[in-house]
């Protein structure tokens, strides 16, 4: 076997971790906004789903970690393929306004932008609400503490805190659609009809989770008073 074609095969099995590893993060995705959507049902719903979930103890510990090895694979394969098309194509701007295989989308263009956004953004968030306290002073509505549904309708109360989130999940759907048509692409379905049929369905559920998640920030900005 050549040097060249060991490459093309290493490279090959990168695409297809990317894709795997992306699949699972989309589950999570979901199973994440099914979570979050009980801050609809008040502060005892809430804090009655985050309660069941730290009920799981090691078992909830073994997921965190799993997750998290989880997105450090997917980033460092994406981060490897980004950097060898750049030295492929002879540079970043080149890489993002390259049109040999026809027109880039915004989506493609503004990949490494917003998932860097999105990195930097996550951090934050799990500082934010993961790691914070949640029975202090960010926790009090009205003089009572509420848990992590206080913490969650405070810092969402504040419109910069908001706002930020919703372009967080604008570039999430971006990712969600790119992702799906790139798992599409890395596993080569054939089929015209299924093509196209999975590659509606990947801009439709990116609205969805798009909508699913900016909904929660806006509710409680401009909808739920306390």
Request: charged share 15%.
């Amino acid at each position: 076997m050549s040097y060249q074609t060991f490459d093309i095969q290493r490279s090959i099995t990168r695409k297809q971790t990317v894709a795997l590893t992306g699949l699972l993060l989309i589950l999570f995705v979901i199973a994440h906004l099914a979570g979050n959507l009980f801050i609809y049902g008040g502060p005892e719903t809430f804090n009655g789903y985050a309660e069941k979930l730290e009920h799981l103890g090691p078992f909830l510990k073994i997921a965190e970690w799993g997750l998290a090895l989880l997105f450090f694979v997917h980033v460092e394969r994406v981060t490897v393929l980004i950097v060898q098309n750049i030295r492929a194509k002879g540079g970043l701007k080149r890489y993002i306004v390259d049109n040999s295989k026809g027109p880039r989308s915004w989506a493609t263009r503004l990949m490494p932008y917003s998932g860097t956004y999105l990195l930097l953004y996550l951090i934050w968030h799990l500082y934010d609400f993961t790691w914070s306290n949640h029975e202090g002073s960010r926790s009090i509505i009205n003089g009572k503490s509420y848990g992590l549904y206080g913490v969650v309708v405070n810092s969402f109360k504040d419109p910069l805190h908001s706002w930020l989130y919703v372009l967080a999940m604008c570039f999430l759907g971006l990712h969600l659609a790119h992702g799906v048509q790139s798992f599409i692409q890395t596993f080569a379905f054939n089929d015209t009809h299924v093509t196209r049929g999975l590659k509606k369905f990947s801009r439709l559920f990116a609205v969805a989770m798009v909508i699913g998640y900016s909904s929660i920030p806006l509710y409680v900005l401009y909808v739920l008073k306390v």
